[in-house]
Structure formats: C-alpha cells, structure tokens
C-alpha cells in the first residue's frame, strides 16, 4: 500500500524562461519522507502537452541513472544530467544547450522505497512540476518582433526629440535669468 504523499517542490517555478542554448538547471527538492532509512527513486518526465508525457531519465532507488524513450540516444545522454544533492533531500536536473523542443512541462515524480518483509515496497509518492520557455535567438526575424521593433524605434526619436526642446527650454530659462541678472547689476551701478 502507497500512503502518505512525499512534499516534492521543484524550483524555479512555476515557470522559467530561458533563450535558445542556455543550460537549464532545475532542483527537484524532497521532504517528509516517511523513514529515514527509505530509499528514494527519482523520475523526470517531460510533457510537450498534458495529454504527452514522455519519461526522459531517472536515477534509481541505489543511485544509478537510466535514461528512456528517445533521451537514450548518445545526443540526449550528452545533454541531460542527474545529480544528488544534499543527502538525497535534493537532485539537481541539468538540460544543456536548450532548444525549441525542449520548451514544455518538467515534472519530478519521486517514490519513496522501503523493506518491507525482505521485499522492496513502495511506501509514499509526491509530483511537482515546472514550465521551461525557450525563447528563439530567431524571434528578432519574426515579424510581430519587427513591427514592435519600429514602434519602439519612433518613440525612442520622440524621446530623444523632447529631451532636445527641454534642454533648449532650460537653457533659454537660463540665458533670461542671466540677462535679467546683469541687467539688475548695470542699473544698480549707474543708480550709484
């Protein structure tokens, strides 16, 4: 029998942006495990949709990691990584050199393993998950990005523009001030 949930948190989430070839690294945080002396077995799965879950890899309850489905091709294997952190209280997922593809739902599912009559049993199960975006180095050929490009671009000139009458407007307030200034001070020397 499974019972009690494990508390799973993954960070940073729930959503987390990333540009095309940067190195994503999520934390799958596990706490309340039911026995200190549990084993715990470590899945990540990777959703492009809800409907479309796909294990990708997954470190076994003595510590090994094993990789699924299509991530078990040598390219794959290069870019995932799986690490234990913090006495088994933590693991840290590392997705190298992000692309398009990548961009979905991650979600850790942890089960917790215990002896149980010389038999492994599973004792306790928790889930949480993240959202990665992957925004394309190609998004500034797009042309919503463009016409957003322009737009900004006018009112770049209109600032520029204000900060040019301003500057005038200041320094005419200045020049007046001056010119009053000593006129005040020629009229004051010939009174005297």
């Not at 070839?21 to 596990?30: E, P, V």
């Not at 190298?96 to 979600?107: A, N």
Request: with cysteine.
């Amino acid at each position: 029998d499974v019972c009690e949930a494990l508390n799973v948190t993954v960070s940073p989430g729930p959503m987390v942006q990333y540009s095309e070839g940067d190195n994503a690294t999520l934390y799958c945080h596990i706490s309340q495990k039911r026995r200190t002396d549990n084993l715990l077995a470590v899945r990540w799965v990777f959703a492009a949709s809800p409907a479309q879950e796909h294990l990708m890899i997954k470190m076994t309850k003595f510590g090994s990691v094993q990789y699924y489905g299509n991530y078990t091709h040598h390219f794959h294997k290069q870019r995932l990584h799986l690490l234990k952190e913090k006495h088994g209280t933590m693991y840290k997922f590392l997705i190298l050199s992000l692309q398009q593809t990548d961009q979905g739902h991650y979600i850790c599912k942890v089960q917790e393993i215990g002896k149980h009559r010389n038999k492994w049993t599973a004792w306790s199960n928790g889930t949480a998950a993240t959202e990665i975006r992957v925004i394309s180095s190609k998004s500034s050929d797009h042309p919503t990005f463009k016409k957003n490009h322009e737009a900004w671009k006018f009112f770049e000139d209109l600032y520029v523009y204000a900060v040019f009458v301003c500057s005038i407007g200041i320094i005419s307030v200045l020049l007046f001030t001056l010119v009053i200034l000593c006129q005040s001070l020629l009229s004051k020397r010939r009174s005297t």
